[in-house]
């Protein structure tokens, strides 16, 4: 199996590069090998790799920036992603493509159904809901899979991010009226792979359709973080006082949903996936870790 895949070096990316290698031939792309945002290096690229699976990592993720700079958000989500979808469809690939929580409102009070209808509060939602029609309509195959909170031990995330800030303050503020469900890249990639075995040759073409796919159970940022302390700062003699606080206490550019929470339901019923709850996620990560290792926002932390 060819597979050609975008965004490297991102949170997700840099997982899926290794998880898929043993599937096959893995032709990984950064932005500087493959810009999303120049419509001919997509076409140039698939055309060239001619993949069987067309795994679509990169994005414009900067959720706040994105409130100001809307055009770059949809040229990256919205507008790349329909070349993709097209050239996928081209070639009979199967385009695998990650989205996002932020496509809902958030204000259901039960997790989202794939079937909910979106209706996203922010710019950066209103992109990736854009991508998400793009490919419906070019109706080649693909795989649409949603998910939410993302962290892993590199990249830009609230998992370092918090880790950070617990280290260097007594006090941390945090967000406690958005709900979620943490979920790591490493787990992502795992199921990305899984879900690609499980498909089979075959149906490879045969798939198209949207799951959403997060690690079990919810939390608040503010419960996420108590957790973060809990394994991850046992050495600290005066452990920081982590207090919970409403959104409008903590602004931002982009709103954010109240209810971020995904069923994992139909996933489980198609392909018997389903990712652990995210504590466990939470837990096994920390494990991973070399005992004592220091881990930054943007440090390039290899397992
Ligand atoms: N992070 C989350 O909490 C979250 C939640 C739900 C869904 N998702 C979705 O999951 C997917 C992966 O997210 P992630 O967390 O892995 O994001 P990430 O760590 O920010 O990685 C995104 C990657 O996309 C690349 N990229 C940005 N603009 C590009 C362009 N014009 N051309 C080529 N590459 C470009 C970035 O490259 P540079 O490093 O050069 O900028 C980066 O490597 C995205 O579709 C995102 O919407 C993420």
Known sequence: MKILLTGKNGQIGWELAHALAPLGEVIAFDRGGLDLAVPDQIVGAVRSVRPDVLVNAAAYTAVDRAESEPDAAHAVNAAAVAILAEEAKRVHALLIHFSTDYVFDGVKDT??????????????????????????????????????????????????????????????????????????????????????????????????????????????????????????????????????????????AARRPRNSCLSNKKLLRTFGVELPRWEACLAALHESLPRGAHLDIGAPYRR
């Open 111 to 252: 997790p989202y159904v794939e079937e909910d209808r979106p209706n996203p509060i922010n710019v950066y939602g209103r992109s990736k809901l854009a991508g998400e029609h793009a490919i419906r309509s070019i109706d080649g195959p693909h795989l649409i899979l949603r998910t939410s909170w993302v962290y892993a031990t590199r990249g830009r995330n609230f998992f370092l991010t918090i880790r950070r800030l617990l280290r260097e303050n007594e006090e941390v503020r945090v967000v406690s009226d958005q709900i979620g469900a943490p979920t790591p890249a490493e787990a992502l990639g795992s199921a990305t792979s899984t879900l690609l075995r499980k498909l089979g040759g075959a149906n490879l073409r045969e798939a198209r359709d949207t799951y959403h796919l997060t690690a079990a159970g919810n939390t608040s940022w503010h419960g996420f973080a108590k957790e973060i302390a809990r394994l991850g700062l046992r050495d600290l003699p005066n452990p920081p006082r982590i207090v919970p606080i409403p959104s409008d206490q903590y602004p931002s």
